[in-house]
């Protein structure tokens, strides 16, 4: 039987929006209006809304090809929208560049690894620690006190990011001879070095096993209360998604066709028919 997760009581906030309780007195790390893009005549998203509260674990679910990457690349700026607003932590985006979005405080990881399979694993978790830098090229080219002190921070640190995982004792290993499942650990891992306020998990399940997955969620929970960070995942494995997302968030053919809790998500007779077809009548 699967482990059961404490969830946050979902509230109204006055936007008609829902965020968990206990971040009904901060504003939202994130919301989304009208948000849309389109490809040529095609209109891969359209009239978007979503808001996340501070600490929250959100779901962004639906069909293959509803336009849930597509999302994901709309936050984080590989697309610019055609309309729409999205505000993080108040501060409105457009016009932002990928890199800018991650230093406002957005990481992500992706449906295909995206290591650098020939660096080590903790060189791999120095690069997203690459914001928090603070020596000049020279410092580094003449390997000044400064360059040192700051390497030696930067080892600490990615050691600590490591042993959420456990995996401290593999600094040394080459990243591309991990198993899959450590390796989607270690994107996790890297995303978090870049400090983030929101963290984009793009089918973080994807490949794992049963054991590995209830791993996941645990230590998808175990991030959100850590860093006290908020967390939107994209996944497919429904048992995860129900055990511990707070609100969901379902698309179909690029526009919201329900929003709400995992109760109300399950029992929503348009994410039903969405998923597996209308039923034909007699």
């Not at 948000?35 to 959100?58: K, M, S, Y």
């Not at 090809?65 to 597509?70: I, L, S, V």
């Not at 939107?232 to 179909?252: P, Q, W």
Request: charge should be neutral; proline fraction near 4%; hydrophobic fraction near 40%.
């Amino acid at each position: 039987m699967a482990k059961q997760f404490e969830k946050g009581k979902m509230v109204p906030v006055p936007s008609t929006s829902i965020i968990p309780e206990r971040d009904v007195d901060k504003s939202p790390i994130l919301e989304c209006s009208h948000l849309g893009i389109d490809f040529g005549g095609l209109r891969a998203v359209d009239d978007f809304n979503l808001t996340i509260g501070r600490t929250e674990i959100a779901g962004l679910i639906g069909p293959n090809g509803a336009g849930k990457t597509t999302v994901f690349n709309l936050l984080t700026k590989v697309y610019q929208p055609t309309r729409g607003t999205i505000l993080l932590d108040g501060l409105d985006t457009s016009g932002k560049t990928t890199a800018q979005i991650n230093r406002m405080g957005i990481a992500r990881t992706f449906q295909n690894i995206r290591l650098f399979s020939d660096m080590s694993v903790e060189d791999n978790v120095k690069v997203g620690l690459h914001n928090q830098e603070r020596y000049s090229a020279l410092t580094s080219v003449l390997r000044l006190p400064k360059y040192w002190r700051q390497e030696a921070a930067a080892h600490r640190r990615a050691l600590e990011l490591l042993s959420i995982f456990d995996m401290q004792d593999l600094a040394d290993y080459k990243a591309g001879s991990l198993p899959y499942g450590a390796q989607r650990r270690l994107e996790i891992v890297r995303a978090l070095a870049t400090n983030p306020s929101l963290l984009l998990l793009d089918e973080p399940a994807a490949g794992m096993n049963p054991s590995e997955t209830a791993e996941l969620m645990e230590n998808i929970v175990k991030i959100r209360d850590t860093f006290h960070i908020a967390i939107l995942l994209i996944e497919h494995d429904m048992s995860l998604v129900m055990g511990i997302c707070e609100g969901i968030c379902v698309l179909n053919f690029g526009r919201v066709i329900a929003k709400g809790t995992s109760e109300e998500i399950q029992a929503n007779p348009a994410v039903i028919e969405a998923y597996l077809g209308k039923r034909k009548e007699g």
